[in-house]
């Protein structure tokens, strides 16, 4: 049963153009949710997080946005650069617990 | 600075063969976490330690893994005999403990391949 979901396993963006990534998860007791990004022969790389208690967290040209409710949340990237091109994976996190549970990754095409 | 250190990079071997991954996590970490990705399960998480203690191991999948942590700057994972299922990326990660927002940060991974 997978708690995290990233239902598009590949997104292609134009050079410029807003990326947005999507991402569901099904375990309510999660209250904490980090996008990495992986390049190629790399580990992941960690690159936003977003607490419960916001529904928005900004870093440069990274925004998350959590929806509680719908129990979902999206990374936009604005502007997009070839640079982005990667797989992006969200992670979500319940309480004190230090497990994270990752999605099966989206696979970010940035066309120059 | 560096990040977590990981070796060896790729690793070839035949069923039936020890093998052994090691890890340095970044200094001053005091969680270090061993994940597996594969194209069937994603990434999952094996094993994690925190101050060199063994907190869940419910990952791991089998007797034939085994994961050591002797000191706060080396850890390994062994998987003895080895099988082609076997075959994934590993990664180890490490932490401080700082809920609740805390980040886990990787190293690049040893690309095991069992023949």
């Known amino acids: 049963d997978q708690q995290v979901k990233q239902n598009s396993p590949s997104l292609s963006v134009q050079e410029g153009r807003i990326s947005i990534l999507n991402c569901d998860y099904t375990?309510?007791?999660?209250?904490?949710f980090l996008w990495y990004k992986k390049y190629p022969a790399e580990g992941p790389t960690f690159l936003i997080s977003?607490?419960?208690?916001?529904d928005k967290n900004e870093d440069g040209r990274f925004t998350v946005f959590l929806n509680k409710s719908a129990k979902h949340l999206s990374l936009h990237i604005v502007p997009s650069q070839p640079g982005d091109s990667a797989v992006y994976f969200c992670?979500?996190?319940?309480?004190?617990?230090?497990?994270?549970?990752f999605g099966s990754g989206t696979q970010l095409t940035v066309l120059p | 600075d560096a990040g977590v250190i990981q070796s060896p990079r790729h690793e070839v071997t035949e069923m039936g063969q020890e093998v052994t991954l090691r890890c340095k996590p970044i200094?001053?970490?005091?969680?270090l976490f061993w994940y597996r990705q594969t194209m069937m399960r994603g990434l999952e998480l094996l094993i994690y330690f925190n101050n060199n203690v063994p907190i869940d191991d419910s990952g791991m999948p089998e007797d034939r893994f085994s994961a050591k942590m002797p000191n706060a700057s080396f850890s390994t994972l062994k998987i003895q005999p080895s099988e082609p299922r076997d075959s994934a990326v590993y990664f180890c990660?490490?932490?401080?403990?700082?809920?609740?927002?805390?980040?886990?940060?990787f190293g690049p991974g040893t690309r095991l391949l069992v023949l």
């Open positions: 990660a490490s932490s401080v403990r700082r809920p609740p927002n805390e980040t886990q940060y």
């Open positions: 200094s001053g970490h005091n969680s």
């Open positions: 375990n309510s007791m999660f209250d904490y």
């Open positions: 977003i607490s419960s208690i916001k």
């Open positions: 992670a979500a996190r319940a309480g004190s617990a230090r497990q994270l549970t």
